[in-house]
């Protein structure tokens, strides 16, 4: 059987564990976040593809790091309000994760097996973006500097 990602579970940042399955039949992209980033004004964009397409089956799934710069030092009730009043961020997010080394979130190890990067497997920095189709599959990984807006015209086509 082809694995895929609703083999995952995480911990949302209100604490709850929540399946992947919760998810199933809908395109999903997963970025890691950090709040105090330069790339961090992505939020925005990010919110608005979610605005844009969630009634089309698409949903976002937020999983904060601090690997990067210490650009994500606060805990899980800093994370929302910051995400929340900066950014106005309404798609899900998630308790912070590490996404490289040892230690990286399970989930974050199956996306860069699927879908290795130009570093390899390796996340590089915080924004990199994993689309992953309706039926649970890993499709495409875009870069940290990957505006969310470049990334509307794959979901234009898929969201058909």
């Not at 601090?66 to 899980?76: C, L, S, V």
Request: with cysteine; net charge positive; glycine share 10%.
């Amino acid at each position: 059987m082809e694995s895929l990602i609703y083999n995952f579970n995480a911990i949302s940042l209100q604490g709850k564990e929540i399946s992947m399955e919760e998810y199933k039949g809908k395109t999903i992209l997963v970025v890691n976040t950090a709040s105090k980033c330069g790339l961090s004004p992505q939020f925005e964009g990010l919110e608005n593809l979610y605005q844009k397409y969630k009634d089309k089956g698409l949903v976002i799934l937020g999983f904060p790091c601090n690997q990067f710069g210490n650009q994500e030092p606060g805990d899980e009730k800093s994370i929302s309000e910051g995400c929340l009043m900066n950014y106005g961020v309404t798609f899900p997010m998630f308790s912070k994760v590490e996404v490289n080394g040892d230690n990286a979130h399970p989930l974050y190890r199956f996306l860069k097996m699927k879908l290795g990067g130009v570093f390899g497997s390796k996340i590089k920095w915080n924004f990199t973006k994993f689309l992953v189709d309706k039926n649970g599959k890993p499709m495409k990984r875009f870069s940290p500097f990957t505006k969310p807006e470049k990334i509307d015209k794959y979901l234009s086509e898929i969201l058909k």
